[in-house]
């Protein structure tokens, strides 16, 4: 009996022992337990950053410069390919009304002129009604809805009659307004592009009476068709 109680407390002994053992803190864990790495992870560089190309810009084509002759044919008048000559000065003044004396229209450009065929702006075409050529005879008669057709260069510029405007040459406000960016609005910023064709109302100022002129024979009043751009197409 002695002997069997020895046996038993030797077991309890071994039973105890192993269970502190493994509950105890400061012994390390079984070998199969451990999970921690003590390899130093391995970084993958970041991919360095290609400069992307930055496209060389097209060189913008200048604008050809303009033709020193444009062509104007107006067909509800019979008026066909009637050459403009364009010079630097003021409607009717002395190199434009030498340009009439010839044979051609005349358009004037720079700070007391217009601007060109197609241009924002009001192009200034002025010819002879009764002497040489005279080939805005009948410009008087156009009326709202006609078209006038100008050539220049490559390109046609359409344009349609609006109005009718008198200008007079005794009135500096009355020229001021013929040659204004918007016709007859002095002042007023032009936003689209507009004609004026005009010659002189000597039949109209010399039926009432009215023999002014001036020192290039222009008489006091001038008609002025005043047209707006309505189509741009291939010459």
Request: hydrophobic share 35%; aromatic share 6%.
């Amino acid at each position: 009996m002695a002997g069997r109680s020895g046996v038993l407390l030797a077991a309890a002994a071994v039973a105890v022992t192993s269970a502190c053992a493994s509950d105890d803190p400061r012994r390390p864990a079984p070998a199969e337990r451990r999970t921690t790495s003590t390899a130093t992870p391995s970084r993958t560089a970041a991919p360095t950053p290609t400069p992307s190309a930055t496209p060389t810009p097209e060189p913008t084509p200048e604008a050809a410069p303009e033709p020193r002759r444009s062509f104007l044919s107006v067909p509800a008048i019979g008026l066909r390919d009637f050459p403009v000559v364009r010079y630097r000065g003021s409607p009717d003044d002395a190199p434009g009304t030498a340009l009439q004396n010839a044979g051609e229209m005349a358009s004037p450009r720079g700070p007391r002129g217009g601007t060109g065929p197609g241009e924002v702006g009001n192009f200034i075409v002025t010819g002879h009604r009764l002497t040489g050529t005279a080939p805005l005879r009948y410009s008087p008669s156009l009326r709202r809805g006609d078209r006038i057709r100008v050539r220049s260069g490559d390109t046609v510029f359409v344009y349609e009659v609006r109005r009718t405007r008198w200008t007079s040459f005794r009135q500096p406000e009355s020229l001021r307004a013929q040659r204004a960016a918007v016709p007859g609005r002095p002042g007023e910023a032009a936003t689209r592009a507009m004609i004026t064709l005009s010659t002189c109302a000597t039949l109209e100022d010399h039926a009432v009476g009215n023999y002014w002129s001036d020192e290039f024979d222009n008489p006091e009043h001038r008609i002025d068709k005043i047209g707006v751009l309505v189509a741009t197409r291939p010459a």
